[in-house]
């Protein structure tokens, strides 16, 4: 399980990656990462003090019912299991797809080197398709 799968990145980009996504990552961040793989759960940062109860993201999911699209990729660290449970599962949406790309991690879905190729063309084909059983409007560019 990969925050992203090196072979889709270049050293630039991995470099880019680790540089920003290592720094300065405050202490309730890194507290909130723990937290939710500790005790499988997606909770705000804790409260300042502990009597608070933090909000839990999902256990509200059932709250939404606009059209979703859930990606993936199959060396991704949060894992297409718990997307499909903790997310894709709950949520009311009545158009919603889940989709799992092989060789991909995490991160690397969105700034991998072969998106354009891999990931952008799957979102786009499922959004076409919900404006054509929604009839929805999307902005041109």
Not at 43 to 71: A, G, H, K
Request: with cysteine; glycine share 8%; aromatic share 12%.
């Amino acid at each position: 399980m990969l925050l992203y799968c090196r072979r889709n990145t270049d050293s630039e980009t991995t470099t880019s990656l680790l540089k920003w996504g290592a720094d300065d990552v405050s202490t309730r961040m890194f507290v909130q990462l723990i937290d939710g793989v500790w005790n499988i759960s997606f909770r705000q940062y804790f409260p300042i003090t502990f009597r608070e109860q933090p909000y839990d993201y999902i256990m509200n999911m059932d709250l939404l019912s606009v059209p979703m699209l859930f990606v993936t990729g199959d060396k991704d660290f949060a894992s297409w299991v718990g997307i499909k449970r903790y997310g894709y599962d709950r949520v009311a949406s009545k158009i919603k797809g889940l989709v799992t790309l092989p060789g991909y991690g995490h991160t690397d879905l969105v700034i991998g080197r072969d998106v354009e190729r891999d990931v952008y063309p799957v979102i786009l084909e499922w959004i076409q398709e919900v404006e054509k059983v929604e009839g929805s409007v999307v902005l041109d560019e």
